[in-house]
């Protein structure tokens, strides 16, 4: 799969031929984050960091794994928990039981 994801950036690269790794796995992974699929944009967050190790820049290619740990921590929490966002919003919140004070 990954070698799959590997091969596709590269042969996105040589269509675009002076654009940069990185801002090619940017707009890729935006496309793909507004989709919804969490596993897609993992993958796709993943592919971004790629990019940025490849071009030898560290600044943003911590921050672009740090962030694709985050999403594909979020889709394994969905996963494992079944559908839905992993991270409780205002309504979750409100429709669960009063906590009990000590």
């Not at 590997?6 to 496309?31: I, P, R």
């Not at 507004?34 to 911590?62: F, H, I, M, P, S």
């Not at 740090?66 to 205002?90: Q, R, V």
Request: one cysteine or more.
């Amino acid at each position: 799969m990954r070698r799959l994801a590997v091969l596709s950036l590269s042969l996105a690269l040589m269509v675009v031929g002076c654009e940069k790794q990185s801002a090619v796995a940017e707009k890729q992974a935006g496309m793909v984050e507004r989709t919804g699929d969490t596993a897609a944009t993992c993958e796709a967050k993943r592919r971004v960091a790629q990019a940025y190790l490849v071009e030898n820049d560290e600044r943003n290619y911590r921050s672009a794994h740090l962030a694709a740990e985050a999403y594909c921590l979020n889709d394994k929490l969905k996963t494992d928990l079944g559908s839905g966002s992993a991270i409780p919003t205002g309504d979750d919140l409100t429709s669960m039981p009063p906590s009990r004070g000590r």
